[in-house]
């Protein structure tokens, strides 16, 4: 099946920098790329809708300044936690659609802990 | 809105099979899903079923729907140790590829 590579799988940073997450599709295009949260002992929530191209669209209650959003090329998604708070700890994963939208690809996820 | 439930926890012998039940509410949903989550890992794709079968075997899981209850249940023969984890559900949202999971099931395996 299609590979969708995410990193860093771990990180830890101090309250205030921002955090990086990148996804890249290694053997196929992705037009779309969904980014999910999950905290401790929680289902994952979609976060947010990447397009290549475009803006992404936001789900109700995530705010769109500090969870940026970049999706430049076909290959390549990118997530930043701006000006990261210990209550954005969570674990980030993203997916990407397979063809006719019949299954989604995810990221090994990234645990994010903000000290 | 979509909404997907799970009981969040059970509990069996080593050897016995399991079964773990989701309802959703979604009926437009066009494929559902099974994925399994170890401690601190990321998803593990376990199997999927399109919406219009009723059944689905692949090795020692069975998916069974019931498409006029919205009910989807997983069952899992010869449960070994190595079957404990977090089982979620998920149905996909109008053929968008966005998916909607349940809260999980946390599946413990008893030796």
């Known amino acids: 099946g299609a590979v969708v590579s995410q990193h860093p799988s771990r990180v830890i940073c101090k309250s205030g920098t921002s955090v990086k997450i990148e996804c890249r599709s290694l053997d196929f295009q992705a037009t779309t790329m969904f980014w999910y949260r999950q905290f401790p002992k929680q289902s994952l929530m979609l976060m947010a809708t990447?397009?290549?191209?475009?803006?992404?669209?936001?789900e109700q209650g995530v705010e769109k300044d500090k969870f940026l959003i970049n999706h430049a090329s076909l290959t390549l998604s990118t997530l930043t936690v701006a000006s990261a708070h210990p209550e954005d700890s969570s674990f980030y994963i993203c997916?990407?659609?397979?063809?006719?939208?019949?299954?989604?690809?995810f990221g090994q996820g990234t645990r994010l802990t903000v000290v | 809105g979509e909404d997907v439930e799970q009981s969040l926890f059970l509990s069996v012998r080593e050897g016995d099979s399991s079964v773990i039940n989701c309802t959703y509410t979604?009926?437009?949903?066009?494929?559902l899903y099974w994925y399994k989550q170890e401690p601190g890992a990321g998803l593990q794709l376990l199997t999927y079923i399109f919406s219009n079968m009723d059944m689905k075997q692949d090795q020692r899981l069975t998916v069974l729907l019931n498409k006029k209850d919205k009910h989807l249940s997983l069952r899992i023969a010869d449960t070994q140790t190595g079957d404990s984890a977090i089982y979620f559900c998920a149905e996909s949202i109008s053929n968008t590829g966005k998916l909607i999971f349940g809260q999980g099931t946390t599946l413990q395996v008893k030796p």
């Open positions: 990447s397009n290549e191209g475009s803006k992404a669209t936001y």
């Open positions: 997916s990407a659609p397979g063809l006719e939208n019949t299954e989604a690809f």
């Open positions: 979604d009926s437009s949903s066009t494929y």
